[in-house]
């Protein structure tokens, strides 16, 4: 049977069926309708009879859910990677979740002084709680850690000298290099050292009058071992006091807490950045602070109030609702509280006794097994650091990357991590809300 172009049904018939199965707004309709119609046509030209008006308008409305779905959506982290920077990093504890609901559904005193009536500071909000948790004089908040390091290079070092060591001139992650940042502030990049070793000397042969600062990048998402060299914090900080020179810290996570207490190894703190000399000591909000994303930029009081006053500190500020979030996160630090109440502390708490429970579950849902692993922190936090645990190993006749696609397509979907062609699902990152979710998904593919 060859069928024609004139089999198509029109527009105005597929949208009559359309009608018949929800209310969409005419235009986007319309749109949905001569897509489908223009995919029916290619398949006619291709030899193909023509699709009938049922399943025209059957894709049509499938491309009207795909609009309505919202293009941002939760997923469910199964990698055991708990700061994933492609899946968004920190989830956020109730606290914050609430500052933030209550913050967006009403007005709120942004910048407004209740008491006196008058014009207020966004800033002054998390001064005091960056303060009291970091032991710095002063503190600021911007968009990002990079936005936070682009800022201190531009206000403290544009074209002047900034000395970083070859072994921490490096890429984080998602294409940001500190070099490229180091020339986007305007300061000039002075490398020196080797990628594996660098002294102080290095450092003070370096300096000249041209030179406005040292800048420290921690190494949060690589190690250098075997034979390196690495002066320590106080080392730059006196070579940097004696010549007026500014010592920054990058310190990427910027942790409040010692990871060593969660069985982990040991990753700088703030306060021992501060301790030892830095001037500046910078951090992202969403890696293991585990609240939302922010560059928090901590430190002596002149340079912050200078960030503070400076025009960029308009262009990079930050939101009501990332300061709800934020406030309300350092306060679970203050309240020594942050075990319990930040997810990712929470998280890494979880002993794999605790897990492997669950992970049997899903093993034996899918007909699979538990096998130790090592769950991640990720997000450019202690490259070499993980926690043991267990995950569910699934095997399936079409192969491990199927299966993990096949979870991707449940709702919500479920990333897992396929690793010697099996398919990891690690509890770890899991909410305990979401095993059910995911019990399922793997009993509907995979159970018998
Ligand atoms: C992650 C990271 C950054 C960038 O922080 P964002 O908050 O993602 O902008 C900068 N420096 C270091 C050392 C980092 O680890």
């Keep these: 049977m060859s069928s024609t172009f004139r089999d198509i049904p029109s527009v105005e018939a597929v949208l009559s069926e359309l009608r018949d199965n929800g209310s969409w707004p005419h235009a986007l309709a319309v749109e949905a309708a001569r897509t489908a119609i223009e995919h029916a046509r290619e398949a006619v030209r291709a030899g193909e009879a023509a699709p009938d008006v049922a399943a025209i308008s059957a894709e049509a409305g499938a491309i009207l859910q795909e609009l309505a779905r919202p293009s941002l959506r939760r997923v469910v982290n199964a990698t055991g990677v708990i700061l994933q920077t492609n899946l968004g990093r920190a989830p956020l504890s109730e606290r914050a979740m609430t500052a933030m609901g209550e913050a967006a559904r009403d007005y709120t005193n942004l910048e407004f002084d209740v008491e006196g009536g008058s014009r207020g500071s966004r800033h002054e909000h998390v001064r005091d709680l960056l303060r009291r948790t970091t032991g710095a004089d002063d503190g600021l908040a911007v968009n990002n850690n990079a936005a936070a390091l682009l800022m201190a290079l531009h206000v403290f070092a544009q074209g002047r000298e900034v000395i970083v060591s070859r072994g921490e001139a490096v890429e984080i992650g998602g294409r940001f290099r500190i070099p490229d940042v180091l020339r986007e502030s305007g300061a000039r ?57 500014l010592l920054l810290d990058d310190l990427g996570s910027g942790c409040l807490v010692e990871t060593a207490d969660y069985g982990i190894e040991h990753e700088p703190t703030v306060r021992e950045s501060l301790d030892g000399g830095a001037e500046l000591t910078l951090f992202s909000g969403d890696k293991l602070l585990g609240g939302p994303q922010a560059g928090l930029i901590v430190g002596r009081g002149e340079l912050v109030e200078t960030l503070r006053r400076h025009p960029l500190a308009r262009a990079l500020r930050v939101d009501k609702l990332t300061i709800a979030a934020l406030n309300a996160t350092l306060m679970a630090y203050v309240s020594g509280t942050e075990r319990e109440e930040i997810p990712v502390w929470s998280m890494l708490a979880l002993e794999r006794e605790q897990l492997e429970p669950r992970a049997r579950v899903w093993a034996e849902a899918g007909g699979g097994r538990v096998v130790e692993s090592r769950s991640m922190i990720g ?17 399936a006749e079409r192969g491990a990357e199927w299966l993990a696609g096949a979870l991707r397509e449940a709702d919500p979907a479920i990333i897992a991590r396929v690793e010697a062609g099996e398919t990891l699902l690690d509890p770890r990152t899991v909410a305990e809300r979401d095993d059910g979710h995911v019990s399922a998904t793997i009993t509907a593919l995979l159970g018998r």
């Design 379 to 395: 997000g450019g936090s202690a490259p070499g650091a993980g926690r043991p645990t267990w995950c569910a190993a699934l095997g």
């Design 189 to 245: 990049l002075v490398e020196v050292g080797t990628t594996n070793r660098t002294y102080v000397e290095d450092y003070a042969n370096a300096i000249t009058e041209d030179t406005a600062a040292i800048l420290r990048v921690h190494r949060s998402n690589f190690q250098v071992t075997g034979f390196t060299a690495r002066p320590e914090l106080g080392e730059l900080a006196a070579l940097a006091r004696e010549h007026g020179i």
